[in-house]
T-cell receptor, first 117, second 113 residues
Framework: AQKITQTQPGMFVQEKEAVTLDCTYD???????LFWYKQPSSGEMIFLIY????DQQNATEGRYSLNFQKARKSANLVISASQLGDSAMYFC??????????????WGAGTKLIIKP | DAGVIQSPRHEVTEMGQEVTLRCKPI?????LFWYRQTMMRGLELLIY????????DSGMPEDRFSAKMPNASFSTLKIQPSEPRDSAVYFC???????????FGPGTRLTVL
């Protein structure tokens, strides 16, 4: 079974609108971390935001926020006031804390976001 | 502050040749990761080091792949002999204390003809 599911292969959004990128996860580990990375067409992977499973507040970093709904196992990325430079692939990833996970990040398939002017 | 540095950025080689990819992690980071990204398989973790010691190399596809980290500021990923199916983007990433918030280098795009 998929541990990280990103159901939106691609999205088109008008500039300045808010964007929500979906991510659901599956784990039985009570301690885990969730990450979002951005990969623009230039290819680099840029860390955006992190949410720990025990964090009480939703993580925020500038225009990025993570809508963490633990009971639903959902960790959606919200980008406020989208900009043309937000066009990129976005990856959701999870790390489980159990010893046999070897700290590997489990990656989703990604969502390609295109911001229209 | 300098991020993770990888070289070369692009490599084109012929099947059977040896390829060496290089990585300089962020200063002070004690975890280093090598990934491979392809359209078909997405991002795959090949190997990771903690304090220069290989911890998990279960993702290394074959004996043709080897990785070393002789010191805290340098790592190499070697493919010998290279094959066309090794064509991919290879990323190096590093992190500090916790192995999960990883910072990636720009990647090396490898093409094996």
């Amino acid at each position: 079974a998929q541990k990280i599911t990103q159901t939106q292969p691609g999205m088109f959004v008008q500039e300045k609108e808010a964007v929500t990128l979906d991510c659901t996860y599956d784990t039985s580990d009570p301690s885990y971390g969730l990450f979002w990375y951005k990969q623009p067409s230039s290819g680099e992977m840029i860390f955006l935001i992190y949410q720990g499973s025990y964090d009480q507040q939703n993580a925020t970093e500038g225009r990025y926020s993570l809508n963490f709904q633990k009971a639903r196992k959902s960790a959606n990325l919200v980008i406020s006031a989208s900009q043309l430079g937000d066009s990129a692939m976005y990856f959701c990833a999870m790390r489980e804390a159990r010893m046999d996970s070897n700290y590997q990040l489990i990656w989703g398939a990604g969502t390609k976001l295109i911001i229209k002017p | 502050d300098a991020g993770v540095i990888q070289s070369p950025r692009h490599e084109v080689t012929e099947m059977g040749q040896e390829v060496t990819l290089r990585c300089k992690p962020i200063s002070g980071h004690d975890y280093l990761f090598w990934y491979r990204q392809t359209m078909m398989r997405g991002l795959e973790l090949l190997i990771y080091f903690n304090n220069n010691v290989p911890i998990d190399d279960s993702g290394m596809p074959e004996d043709r792949f080897s990785a070393k980290m002789p010191n805290a500021s340098f790592s190499t990923l070697k493919i010998q002999p290279s094959e066309p199916r090794d064509s991919a983007v290879y990323f190096c990433a590093s992190s500090f204390l916790r192995p999960d918030t990883q910072y990636f280098g720009p990647g090396t795009r490898l093409t094996v003809l």
